[in-house]
């Protein structure tokens, strides 16, 4: 078997089909601020009525925020998307309940942020990814029921420092975490993907020729931390598993052209399996692995 990276391994690259491109971690300057405060309830129809080629910038006040509709980034538009808040304390970061969708062609960053969704449906998305790349900077995104985030349609990606899944390990729990899809490309770094799976569903999702680097990530608490299906690519380095619940790991029953490279990782079972069933990538490498079963990791309760 080929090795086969699928991303690039430099710290803020994203992998991009037919070459790469470098990802500035630096804030951008945008030529139009608006502020959002927490009784503002114009602010979905205001990003949603953004024009091909506009730039603009939204500073959320600290506080809750509640979108009555959907915030929706048009075609061709670059944003982005900040809390005030000087603190570092995830606490102090504005609080936004509400649907995102980022459509294709579009672009930006968001920042300093907290993004929640109430979902009805287990279909529902807090923020759905399409274009980029699309940057995301300590930023909160948490789901009850539904997919925290969902990328698809060739998206690009990165999150840096966040946290992506549900509110608690008993009732609040996001269906998925992060599901990619349809050729899409993320890069996770010190991200922790926590507190998904309800009956079914999964921390990290791969399908559909997705491609994902995970950088120094954990996985806490899930029903299985990660899944994958046909033509799909995993890179783990230095990543941790911790608590899951079924498994660490699946394979779905299409595994055709799938490669995991899995570099000095943890993974610390409760009682179940490290995979939650036979099957296994085509390619599957492995360098400083270590396999810790518990029989019993504490259940945090609510968080």
Same mark, same amino acid.
């Given at each position: 078997h080929i090795r086969h990276s699928p991303c690039a391994r430099s710290h803020g690259v994203l992998a991009l089909r037919g070459g790469s491109a470098s990802v500035a971690l630096a804030e951008e300057t945008f030529p139009c601020v608006s502020f959002v405060d927490a009784n503002d309830t114009k602010f979905a129809q205001e990003i949603s009525s953004l024009e091909y080629g506009s730039r603009r910038k939204f500073v959320f006040r600290q506080g809750r925020h509640i979108l009555r509709e959907i915030a929706v980034i048009r075609w061709g538009v670059k944003v982005c998307i900040q809390g005030d808040c000087a603190s570092q304390k995830i606490g102090d970061r504005p609080e936004v309940w509400g649907n995102f969708s980022f459509f294709q062609q579009t672009s930006g960053e968001m920042r300093g942020m907290k993004l929640g969704l109430h979902c009805y449906t287990s279909s529902d998305d807090c923020l759905l990814l399409q274009g980029g790349p699309w940057l995301l900077f300590e930023t909160d995104v948490r789901c009850i029921g539904g997919t925290a985030v969902r990328t698809v349609l060739r998206s690009k990606s990165l999150f840096h420092g966040c946290n992506i899944g549900g509110i608690n390990t008993q009732y609040m729990r996001a269906a998925d975490g992060l599901r990619c899809q349809m050729e899409s490309s993320v890069q996770l770094e010190r991200t922790r993907v926590e507190m998904c799976g309800i009956l079914d569903g999964y921390?990290?999702?791969?399908?559909? #020729?997705?491609? !994902?680097?995970?950088?120094?990530?954990? %996985?806490? @608490? $899930? +029903?299985?931390?990660?899944? +994958?299906?046909? #033509? /799909?690519?995993?890179? &783990? *380095?230095?990543? /941790?598993?911790?608590?899951? *619940? %079924?498994? +660490? %790991?699946?394979? +779905?029953? #299409?595994?055709?052209?799938?490669?995991?490279? &899995?570099?000095?990782?943890?993974?610390?079972?409760? !009682?179940?399996? !490290?995979?939650? $069933?036979?099957?296994?990538?085509? @390619? &599957?490498? /492995?360098?400083? !692995?270590?396999?810790?079963?518990?029989?019993?990791?504490?259940?945090?309760?609510? &968080?």
């Open positions: 921390g990290l999702s791969l399908c559909q #020729s997705a491609r !994902v680097q995970a950088i120094s990530c954990e %996985f806490y @608490h $899930n +029903s299985v931390a990660i899944s +994958s299906d046909d #033509s /799909t690519r995993l890179l &783990l *380095r230095g990543c /941790t598993m911790l608590g899951s *619940r %079924f498994a +660490s %790991f699946h394979c +779905s029953s #299409s595994t055709e052209n799938v490669i995991w490279i &899995l570099e000095d990782c943890e993974i610390y079972g409760n !009682v179940g399996s !490290v995979w939650l $069933n036979e099957r296994r990538p085509t @390619h &599957l490498e /492995t360098k400083n !692995v270590s396999i810790r079963i518990c029989r019993h990791i504490p259940d945090p309760g609510f &968080l």
